[in-house]
């Protein structure tokens, strides 16, 4: 059974939404876009950039104290070549979020220049978060606004309708209205998706997860897996990922009678604990 086979694409709900985004992109000046650092082209919906065109944009690599940080400065290079502004930012820790408002001033500094010469001295600033769910906009927004005013929930589409904050000197952030769902098309998406957290694990078969995770782990080898599990690095290319499975569980005591490994524990401890960083800070995709 294919992970993709169980996670579903709203056509109807995403339409909606992009038309309401689309209505809501001529009060802003410019878009604020959030993504998984560990998954930045997972976590994305590809219509972004039809919606947002030239409005100016800045991406926001959310979680980046869970990524590897080497594959999130080649992130932000691959960005900045595009012309796009990108910071590594972490809502837990509040990491990277004083930049945010003086690289949205920068971004914006022409339209602030020609306001100034028209004698608006201290012209207001609009933005938009975009972001598909789960990739931590209300947790930005709580930490950026210093106030609990956006509900935090970790799972899917918890905010809903237009919500503005307003921050000091005359800066303000728009929620995006609606639910920006990603295109689970790409069965490589869906699993990245689910491995992060971001679609719900009791529609997905665990132990599949927990394998395809695996494919993963073994290909990039985090010293900081191999340690946690006394792991061998050279002999993991060789094992199959449901035997590493197996073996990680046994040496975790996940055994059930007649000595059989109880695979469907390992599973879940194995996703908790990549969801917790508990194996590592690991960028699960690259720019390439």
């Given at each position: 059974m294919s992970v993709n086979q169980n996670i579903q694409w709203f056509p109807g709900h995403m339409t909606k939404t992009k038309r309401m985004i689309e209505a809501s992109l001529k009060l802003v000046d410019a878009v604020v876009e959030i993504k998984d650092a560990r998954?930045?082209?997972?976590?994305?919906?590809?219509?972004?950039?039809?919606?947002?065109g030239k409005k100016p944009r800045i991406i926001l690599l959310n979680k980046c104290d869970m990524a590897d940080p080497v594959s999130t400065n080649k992130w932000i290079e691959f960005y900045n070549k595009k012309g796009i502004k990108a910071l590594a930012i972490d809502c837990r820790s509040g990491k990277g979020l004083d930049k945010f408002i003086p690289e949205c001033r920068k971004l914006l500094k022409e339209y602030i220049e020609k306001k100034q010469a028209k004698g608006i001295k201290n012209p207001s600033i609009r933005v938009m978060i975009v972001g598909i769910p789960n990739v931590g906009k209300s947790s930005f927004i709580n930490k950026i606004v210093k106030k609990n005013r956006a509900k935090v929930e970790d799972r899917p589409g918890v905010t809903r309708g237009n919500q503005w904050f307003t921050l000091d000197r005359g800066f303000e952030l728009l929620d995006t209205p609606g639910v920006l769902w990603p295109?689970?098309?790409?069965?490589?998406?869906?699993?990245?998706?689910?491995?992060?957290?971001a679609v719900k694990d009791q529609i997905l078969d665990t132990e599949l997860l927990a394998v395809r995770l695996l494919d993963l782990l073994k290909e990039i080898k985090p010293q900081s897996f191999i340690e946690r599990f006394s792991l061998d690095a050279e002999e993991m290319s060789d094992i199959d990922s449901y035997d590493l499975l197996q073996l990680i569980g046994k040496k975790r005591g996940m055994l059930m009678s007649g000595g059989h490994v109880n695979t469907e524990r390992a599973s879940a401890m194995l996703l908790d604990e990549f969801r917790a960083a508990k194996l590592g800070r690991v960028t699960l995709e690259l720019p390439d």
């Open positions: 998954i930045p082209v997972s976590s994305t919906n590809p219509d972004i950039d039809g919606l947002v295109k689970f098309e790409d069965q490589m998406v869906g699993e990245r998706l689910a491995f992060t957290g």
